[in-house]
DNA sequence: CTCGATCCCTGGACGC
DNA sequence: TGCGTCCAGGGATCGA
């Protein structure tokens, strides 16, 4: 479950391992969660990997121009490009030494100048890969929301208080903020109070604030902590994070909550499990049938 | 605009 | 031990 904390964490990662390698070639696995998989075979070899940014929930690696190619395309593809990398739920990307025997859901290779290989595993295969050009990748990338650790409260306000779905749907929704998922999403709710069924419209101004104010400082102290591992999120080292164990309400149903020692519970909101306190998050006054 | 349902995919948990 | 079933969930898509 890899979301802005942990893409962040993977991005430093990679950026410490690899930065100003060259990709001498790759190779693939199965290949139906790539774009267009030849496109990564015919356009990688060749090219050093300049930068590695995170946008919300996906890497970019920067990829330089390619140089003394004989047959320079007229059609911009020895220009700049990207490889866009989203790890689903799933997925994983280190380099190990090249001799080391493939990990099992190994889908990409890319060889490497200094003899490793950077290898993309994913075992559900919800991830996503993508050789984008310049133009692609800027097609690729309208249509987000706002960086949450950059928002401003008046536009954090804006984008949330004008709406009638709910919140937990908003903080989820991309193109309202890039990078929330299901945990941060949950964590950020209930340290502000708020129960995910309210509706975007339902909260104060001083919610809006709040929430964001807890939002950011969850995702900055989980990026501290290099994210949250709970099945089998590993950072670009191999090793795990260890935001979960500060998680308040994730995964804690039936538990005692951390501020009032009710039990939080669980249940289906904007098609996602969430988890809540019913006591310190009340619930709105439901539109529908409810008990 | 917002909703729920469905699909993608595999591993792990659980019931029998 | 092993099989079947359910669940996890980010995102795309489709119909209501």
Known sequence: MPELPEVETVARGLRQAILGRRILSVTLGKTDFIDDPAALEQHLPG???????RYGKFMLLRLSAVHGQTRVAANGDAAPASLLVHLGMTGQIAPSPAGQPLEK????????????ELRYTDARRFGRIAYLT??????????FGADPLEVSKEEFADRICGRRARIKALLLDQSVLRG???????ESLWRAGIHPARLGAQ??????KRLRRMLQEILRKAIAMRGSSISDFLDAEGEPGEYQRHHRAYGREGKACYRCQGLLR??????????????????????????
């Open 203 to 208: 909260l104060s101004k001083e919610q809006a």
């Open 47 to 53: 090219r050093q990997i300049e930068a590695v940014e």
């Open 105 to 116: 859901h190994t889908h990409v290779c890319m060889l490497l100048d200094d003899g490793r």
């Open 180 to 186: 929330v998922g299901n945990i941060y999403a949950d």
């Open 134 to 143: 310049k133009a692609l990748l800027a097609e690729e990338l309208t249509g």
């Open 266 to 291: 669980r249940a289906i909101v904007a098609g996602r499990s969430s988890y809540f306190c019913p006591k310190c998050q009340p619930a709105p006054r439901s539109r529908k049938r409810r008990s």
